[in-house]
Protein backbone atom coordinates (compact mmCIF):
# COMPACT_ATOMS: atom_id res chain seq x y z
CA UNK A 1 0.00 0.00 0.00
CA UNK A 2 2.82 2.35 0.70
CA UNK A 3 3.95 1.68 -2.77
CA UNK A 4 0.82 2.44 -4.10
CA UNK A 5 0.66 5.92 -2.41
CA UNK A 6 4.38 6.62 -3.22
CA UNK A 7 3.69 6.62 -6.54
CA UNK A 8 0.66 7.59 -6.83
CA UNK A 9 2.27 10.88 -5.56
CA UNK A 10 5.23 10.50 -7.90
CA UNK A 11 2.85 10.45 -10.70
CA UNK A 12 0.75 13.83 -9.05
CA UNK A 13 4.25 15.29 -9.00
CA UNK A 14 5.50 14.87 -12.87
CA UNK A 15 1.47 15.80 -14.19
CA UNK A 16 1.83 19.15 -12.00
CA UNK A 17 5.19 19.63 -13.20
CA UNK A 18 4.22 19.23 -16.61
CA UNK A 19 0.81 21.26 -16.90
CA UNK A 20 2.98 24.06 -14.98
CA UNK A 21 5.59 24.60 -17.84
CA UNK A 22 4.84 27.09 -20.58
CA UNK A 23 3.42 26.26 -23.98
CA UNK A 24 5.97 26.66 -26.78
CA UNK A 25 5.53 28.32 -29.73
CA UNK A 26 2.85 29.81 -29.20
CA UNK A 27 2.16 33.22 -30.33
CA UNK A 28 0.14 35.50 -27.98
CA UNK A 29 -3.10 37.49 -28.81
CA UNK A 30 -5.02 39.92 -26.45
CA UNK A 31 -8.35 40.95 -26.09
CA UNK A 32 -9.79 43.78 -23.47
CA UNK A 33 -13.75 43.36 -23.33
CA UNK A 34 -16.42 45.70 -24.74
CA UNK A 35 -19.70 46.54 -23.59
CA UNK A 36 -21.15 43.87 -25.70
CA UNK A 37 -21.30 40.19 -26.42
CA UNK A 38 -18.09 40.35 -27.80
CA UNK A 39 -18.26 37.96 -30.55
CA UNK A 40 -14.69 37.66 -31.90
CA UNK A 41 -13.56 35.91 -34.55
CA UNK A 42 -9.24 35.17 -33.69
CA UNK A 43 -8.36 32.83 -36.39
CA UNK A 44 -9.52 31.30 -39.91
CA UNK A 45 -8.44 27.66 -40.15
CA UNK A 46 -6.94 24.60 -37.71
CA UNK A 47 -5.91 26.10 -34.54
CA UNK A 48 -4.12 25.10 -31.68
CA UNK A 49 -5.27 26.92 -28.32
CA UNK A 50 -2.00 26.13 -26.33
CA UNK A 51 -2.96 29.10 -23.06
CA UNK A 52 -5.35 31.21 -21.51
CA UNK A 53 -4.99 34.12 -19.26
CA UNK A 54 -7.88 35.82 -18.30
CA UNK A 55 -8.41 38.62 -15.92
CA UNK A 56 -12.07 39.58 -14.35
CA UNK A 57 -12.02 43.14 -12.88
CA UNK A 58 -15.64 43.60 -12.76
CA UNK A 59 -17.94 43.10 -9.80
CA UNK A 60 -19.34 39.90 -11.81
CA UNK A 61 -18.49 36.39 -13.09
CA UNK A 62 -18.66 36.36 -16.90
CA UNK A 63 -18.55 33.16 -19.54
CA UNK A 64 -15.81 32.63 -21.77
CA UNK A 65 -17.17 30.53 -24.87
CA UNK A 66 -15.36 29.20 -27.14
CA UNK A 67 -16.82 28.15 -30.91
CA UNK A 68 -14.89 26.21 -33.48
CA UNK A 69 -16.23 28.15 -36.30
CA UNK A 70 -14.33 30.12 -39.98
CA UNK A 71 -16.90 33.25 -39.48
CA UNK A 72 -17.24 35.42 -35.69
CA UNK A 73 -19.52 33.45 -33.34
CA UNK A 74 -23.33 34.48 -33.09
CA UNK A 75 -23.68 34.55 -29.43
CA UNK A 76 -26.92 33.11 -28.29
CA UNK A 77 -27.46 31.22 -31.26
CA UNK A 78 -24.13 28.89 -32.37
CA UNK A 79 -23.29 26.33 -29.78
CA UNK A 80 -19.55 26.45 -28.19
CA UNK A 81 -17.07 23.77 -27.66
CA UNK A 82 -15.99 24.56 -24.54
CA UNK A 83 -17.10 27.62 -21.38
CA UNK A 84 -15.11 28.76 -19.11
CA UNK A 85 -16.47 30.66 -15.97
CA UNK A 86 -14.12 33.95 -15.41
CA UNK A 87 -14.16 34.80 -11.61
CA UNK A 88 -13.45 38.48 -10.38
CA UNK A 89 -10.69 39.33 -8.91
CA UNK A 90 -8.52 42.29 -9.71
CA UNK A 91 -5.30 40.35 -9.07
CA UNK A 92 -5.68 36.44 -9.71
CA UNK A 93 -5.68 35.95 -13.50
CA UNK A 94 -8.19 32.84 -14.70
CA UNK A 95 -5.14 30.45 -15.59
CA UNK A 96 -6.24 27.53 -18.35
CA UNK A 97 -3.05 25.32 -18.85
CA UNK A 98 -3.88 22.97 -21.93
CA UNK A 99 -0.75 21.56 -22.27
CA UNK A 100 -1.17 19.46 -25.82
CA UNK A 101 -3.64 22.50 -26.74
CA UNK A 102 -7.05 22.27 -27.61
CA UNK A 103 -7.71 21.79 -31.51
CA UNK A 104 -10.43 23.59 -33.49
CA UNK A 105 -11.02 22.76 -36.77
CA UNK A 106 -12.59 25.53 -39.00
CA UNK A 107 -11.40 28.51 -36.91
CA UNK A 108 -11.18 29.78 -33.17
CA UNK A 109 -13.50 32.31 -32.30
CA UNK A 110 -15.49 33.23 -28.66
CA UNK A 111 -17.58 35.46 -26.89
CA UNK A 112 -17.84 36.92 -23.65
CA UNK A 113 -21.23 36.66 -21.78
CA UNK A 114 -23.28 37.19 -18.72
CA UNK A 115 -24.71 33.95 -18.13
CA UNK A 116 -23.85 29.88 -18.35
CA UNK A 117 -26.63 28.74 -20.56
CA UNK A 118 -25.48 28.22 -24.52
CA UNK A 119 -28.27 29.93 -25.78
CA UNK A 120 -27.15 33.67 -23.63
CA UNK A 121 -26.40 36.73 -25.40
CA UNK A 122 -26.27 38.99 -22.18
CA UNK A 123 -23.51 42.03 -22.98
CA UNK A 124 -20.76 41.75 -20.84
CA UNK A 125 -19.32 44.66 -19.15
CA UNK A 126 -15.48 45.99 -19.94
CA UNK A 127 -12.79 45.19 -17.68
CA UNK A 128 -11.76 41.76 -19.10
CA UNK A 129 -8.68 41.07 -20.31
CA UNK A 130 -8.78 38.04 -22.58
CA UNK A 131 -4.93 35.96 -23.27
CA UNK A 132 -4.52 33.36 -25.65
CA UNK A 133 -1.46 31.43 -26.42
CA UNK A 134 -2.26 30.02 -30.05
CA UNK A 135 0.02 28.15 -33.01
Not at 23 to 38: F, G, Q
Not at 72 to 93: E, Y
Request: hydrophobic fraction near 50%; proline fraction near 7%.
Amino acid sequence: MKRLIIGVLALLASASLSVAEPPTEAHPVKYLSAASNNATLVQVGRVRLLAIAAVNTTATIYYLKFYDKATAPTCGTDTPVWTLPLLVSTVAPTLVPTPDGLEFFAGLGFCLVANLVDSDNTNAATGVAINLGIK
